[in-house]
């Protein structure tokens, strides 16, 4: 056995450029939610109407995609065991998405798809490019093969293609540039987004996490491979039927193929639970777990409204805002609410003790939130999720309300958690 | 590791280094494995640690090497002390001994 010296450990993406990610994130969320419950009202309306837009993209952009950019630009040195290829691409990244996205948004809410959208779209494209260049240079000097970063990096050129077709759909919206109007691609927009890029990223990033925090035995690579042409078979398959016109009823088959490739994952994560070597499972991981299972319910939806389009039945306009909302405030913010828990802290820790780590004995990286403020903002937000996703179900404006407030409140209880992380001094000793 | 003395002198930095914990598990570097050889020269005037991380680009990393590395500076002031890291063989959960599978409750 050989070894290097000090020098040679791996250099850790410096803080200064994860931290912006996390905390516009978290703002972001509290934005959502103020929209969300400004605009309840419209929940029991249809799906295309600009608060929904501008909410849909502030989850989306605001806070999904920007918390996962943050975690990303970390944990992507960890998955493909080389050092980030460049700050600089991470930092130019996060300027363009964080003056890209509240024009985009504002664009939406005021319905005005002029210069301020169209201008805020390049921007986030832009951001996306910067990501994947820097993910693919990762990559380019990557010595391993790993499922886990192709699964990143095909995730985000599933992105560039969801962001470059949104730009698209918002110059289509006065200048005809495609060959129908911009509703008419909206799904097709939106499943590139969510199965190619949130759902596919979640599985690769989780699939490497999940044994790794629960210090697991177990490892299942031709699964994940499995799981890999699933999800990315059904997403073409979509994308191919919607190009030819096939009826809705055919989306059956790329639906049963993401639902079984759910399935699968769900038994990794059952498999990596029961062959864990820590037997303590903290609540951080258990709301992680949870979300896999959340993953299960906007499938299901989906297969309730394809069988409505086939029946001809009524109640779709409700189910396709059901199917929304339980991804973006379903699986997707129960998944970053329990990992945020599992990355900043280390990544502040890092910020903050690294330099004393010499020192002795010091607080740890659990030390830096409080776990009471983290269950109730669990609290809130599963009350939240199910209040309101029970008012769109029956178009109740009152537990619309009721909904949205806990939202607001599992919003601002983030918020709380994420700013005595970030703006901590020190801790003793 | 077997000349005369050398045992108690490695049961001496091992001891020390049971105060370096890893920060995500909690538990301390030489339950959880990751300490490999330790070898501690004539009169105690050269310590060489090698070991490992749970994985390769760990984010913690550098804070658990300096961490061994000030360990074993305090129990060896005299001593020129380096820390090796290695990745081979890489680390598994069955480099964990019994200690901390109890610790892990496993």
Redesign the interface.
Known sequence: MTGSPLGNVARTTSHRVVIPFYVYGAAALLVATVMLLVSHRSFTGHYFQPHLLAITHTMALGWATMIILGAGHQLFPVLVETDLYSEGLARASFLLAAVGIPLLVYGFHSFDLGLPARLGGTLVLGAVLAFMANIGMGLVRSKRENVHAVFVFTSTAWLLLTAALGLALLFNFTRSLLPHDSVHYLGLHAHLGIVGWFLLLVLGVGSRLVPMFLISKYTAPRLLWAVFILVNTALLGHTVFFLVDMPAWSDYVPVTMVAAALLLFAHYCRQAYRQRIRRKVDAQMRVTLLAVALMLLPTAVLLVLLTSIALGGGAQVRVALLYGFTIFFGWLTAIILGMTFKTLPFIVWNKVYRPRATLGRMPGPKDLFSDRLFLATVAAYLAGFTLFGWGIAQASVVLLKIGAVALLATALLYNWSIGRMVFIKQLGP | MSAPGQDELIDKALDALR?V?D????LNVVDLGLI??IEIGPDAREVDC??TF??????????????V??ALKMTFPEAAV?????F??PW??SM?SEAG?MF???
Request: charged letters at 20%.
């Open positions: 105060t914990d920060p995500e598990v909690g490999y050889e090698l070991m749970t994985t390769e680009f760990c984010p913690m990393g550098a804070s658990i090497q300096a961490g590395t000030e380096q820390v090796r890291i290695t081979d063989p598994s959960q964990i599978r892990l409750g496993g």
